[in-house]
Each structure stands twice: as C-alpha cells, then as structure tokens.
C-alpha cells in the first residue's frame, strides 16, 4: 500500500529526508487493526520527472509485523504508477483543456524536454473520465466553480485549492488517484485478487 511523505519540500530534498527512518515512520499500520510502529524495510527505486527534475528516486518501505504487509512513503509530487509529477500533469492539462493549446504546445509548457503527444492524450482522457468524481470529491475544499463542464470544473477547483494540497486530500482521505486508478487496481489502488471458483456441487 502506498501513503503520501508529509514532508514538503523539492524532490532532491525528499532523498535526503528518507535516508532516517524514524523521521516520518507510521506509528500504526493502514491496512490492520494493529497499534504498533511500523517497522524500516528497505526501499525501492521508481523514477520521477518533476519541474527541475528527472531521475529515479528511492521511496522509503516499512513492514507490518502483525499482518506482513508492506507501506511504501510516496514523496506528496508523485503519482502512483505515473512517471511525471504533479507539476508537469497540470500545467499540461491546463495548457490543453483551459487554455486550448495543441498537444505539441501544452507538451513544451509543461516540461522543457521532448514528451510524445501520445502520453498528454492519455493524461486528458484519464482526467476526463474522472473529472466529475473530482467535483464532487473536492466540492469538501472550496465551492465548485461554474463551468461549461465538468473537466473545466475540476480544473478551476484544482486551480483555487492547489494541485498538490487536492492530491494530498484526495489520497490520504478518500484514497483516490487525481488520474483515477489504473484497471488493473481495485477502486481504492489495492490490487486485485480474483478468486478461483468452487467446483461445481
């Protein structure tokens, strides 16, 4: 299970600050009843294109001893299972679905290096299919901005509110994904676990 790093800071900042594990260590786990600190558990590397920045970075992990389950601490930029951050994510949308640039412009305002226009188009339409659940969730944050539709609601909320402190609600609370979780995740970003069916009787 991923949770949000609660430090706020660049993501250079954030490699240093996970080197200590006792600094943001959960003092109880997510997943189980269990009231016990969690404990360090290595850690695993993923990369992260964020506004200054484009390498991999090491998330920190901690273990469960009462139910054996992983917690992994996702730096508050970053996106689970997506390898731009939140800043590149919505000045590109932004840029596309606010202010009507084409893919290959809202591609270089959102970063300086070359992005194929294929990756914006699956951005806007993931943010599309989850941009009324988004009114709704963040309706809790500020009022809903008048709007032709709901992709342009969502974008002025997430706009007043702050794409970061939204995330930051979004997943710690409701534990959605700003993009909606990828199919193969069940609603709440767990994965999914078909059981096999009973022989018949």
């Known amino acids: 299970m991923q949770i949000l790093h609660p430090f706020i800071g660049s993501a250079q900042q954030y490699a240093e600050e996970v080197s200590t594990p006792d600094r943001y260590r959960p003092d109880h786990c997510p997943q189980c009843p269990a009231l016990q600190p969690l404990i360090a558990h290595g850690f695993y590397s993923r990369t992260l294109a964020e506004a200054g920045f484009d390498s991999s970075i090491r998330v920190r992990r901690y273990l469960c001893r009462s139910c054996r389950r992983t917690v992994s601490l996702l730096p508050q930029v970053a996106l689970p299972y997506l390898r731009f951050g939140i800043t590149v994510i919505s000045l590109f949308l932004v840029a596309r679905l606010l202010q009507g640039a084409t893919l290959a412009v809202a ?18 339409r993931r943010f599309s299919r989850q941009a009324a659940a988004l009114c709704a969730a963040l309706a809790a944050l500020c009022a809903p901005a008048p709007a032709s539709n709901f992709v342009c609601r969502a974008l002025h909320m997430l706009e007043s509110i702050g794409w970061i402190a939204a995330h930051r609600f979004l997943f710690t609370d409701l534990r959605m994904h700003l993009l909606g979780w990828p199919a193969f995740l069940a609603r709440a970003g767990r994965a999914t676990a078909l059981r096999r069916a009973a022989p018949p009787a």
């Open 107 to 124: 591609a270089t305002k959102a970063t300086p290096t070359t992005m194929p226009y294929q990756r914006g188009q699956f951005w806007v």
